[in-house]
């Protein structure tokens, strides 16, 4: 069993629309979680970072990180034509690797 | 640009050669991430060095490979005796180290092994 499951899509959604992406987990440990964008052929950037449970809101994306349930979601507001591209989440626990999911490729039609 | 940079952008090898790339961090950052991406994957962590000293390294990364950061500042990557298997996206991260988690990533460099 991988460590970090994400759906990879391809998610394909017209503009305006609210973008759901999820990932699961299976370590207990992990306490440090974070989502990246990633366009093709680009390095990740990195858009969400939370520690622990909880919500976190920047402007048109919302995370959250349900521990219990080992499963964080990232939720994209109104979304546009430029937010098409790969999103990743990662996490990690007390120590320095990162655990990264697949990717879901998202497609925004304008 | 205050990013971090990573040079080659592309790399064309034939198998057998040796290459290296380079990372250059955000000045700053004390800890610097290798890892490795295929396509239709997320990164994959191969190692991770705070300051000049190698910390951690994954399983996946083979006695081919090696990864330095001899003064602390940029950091390279060696493959030796590329194979096919090896042809992926080479990703170098930094992080400032008080809020640990908080990783940027480089461009990275396309190796393509034939």
């Not at chain 1, 440990?29 to 520690?51: C, I, N, V």
């Not at chain 2, 493959?79 to 298997?85: A, F, H, K, L, S």
Request: with cysteine.
């Amino acid at each position: 069993q991988k460590e970090v499951e994400q759906d990879p899509g391809p998610l394909s959604v017209p503009e305006g629309a609210i973008v759901s992406l999820n990932c699961t987990y299976s370590n207990s440990a992990f306490q440090y979680f974070m989502w990246y964008r990633q366009y093709s052929r680009k390095g990740p950037e990195l858009l969400m970072y939370t520690y622990s449970s909880g919500n976190k809101e920047d402007g048109r994306f919302t995370a959250q990180v349900d521990k219990s349930s080992k499963y964080i979601s990232l939720f994209i507001r109104d979304s546009q034509p430029s937010d098409s591209a790969t999103y990743l989440c990662a996490m990690s626990g007390t120590g320095n690797q990162f655990y990264f999911g697949t990717g879901t490729s998202l497609t925004v039609i304008p | 640009d205050t990013g971090v940079s990573q040079d080659p952008r592309h790399k064309i090898t034939k198998r057998g050669q040796n290459v290296t790339f380079r990372c250059d961090p955000i000045s700053e950052h004390n800890r610097l991430y290798w890892y490795r991406q295929t396509l239709g994957q997320g990164p994959e962590f191969l190692t991770y060095f705070q300051n000049e000293a190698q910390l951690e390294k994954s399983r996946l990364l083979s006695d081919r490979f090696s990864a330095e950061r001899p003064k602390g500042s940029f950091s390279t990557l060696e493959i030796q005796r590329t194979e096919q298997g090896d042809s992926a996206m080479y990703l170098c991260a930094s992080s400032l180290g008080l809020v640990k988690n908080e990783q940027f990533f480089g461009p990275g460099t396309r190796l393509t092994v034939l």
